[in-house]
Nanobody, 125 residues
Framework: QVHLGESGGGLVQRGGSLKLSCVVS????????MAWFRQAPGKEREREFV??????????HYGDAVKGRFTISRHDVLNTVYLQMDSLQPEDTARYYC????????????????WGKGTSVTVSS
């Protein structure tokens, strides 16, 4: 049974930073591409692509809304993927989810096999 657990969310002021973590257990983390998606308040039916990293760590992609502000990374010994979020804006307020699939990234949430329950980020103005 593969389990993904996110942490690191919270309340931050505009311009601040947060670092999200997602620990994966029960699976072959080194074989997984990992991604972060988010759901904004009032848009619970939409999962917006935020960032992804392939299984080797040498392929990364970002959504247009976060490019240049967010950084995805992975630590295969710790079975953890991170999302460093800088220059946060109120429009970044959302619940952030990590997801996994084998090997290569995809920006479509339907392509992912396993999901965490999310961590909430609120950016005040």
């Amino acid at each position: 049974q593969v389990h993904l657990g996110e942490s690191g969310g919270g309340l931050v002021q505009r311009g601040g930073s947060l670092k999200l973590s997602c620990v994966v257990s029960g699976g072959a983390f080194a074989d997984y591409a990992m991604a972060w998606f988010r759901q904004a308040p009032g848009k619970e039916r939409e999962r917006e692509f935020v960032a992804s990293i392939n299984f080797s760590g040498n392929g990364k992609h970002y959504g247009d809304a976060v490019k240049g502000r967010f950084t995805i990374s992975r630590h295969d010994v710790l079975n953890t993927v991170y999302l460093q979020m800088d220059s946060l804006q109120p429009e970044d307020t959302a619940r952030y989810y990590c997801a996994s699939r084998y090997y290569y990234e995809d920006q479509n949430p339907d392509a992912y096999d396993y999901w965490g329950k999310g961590t909430s980020v609120t950016v005040s103005s």
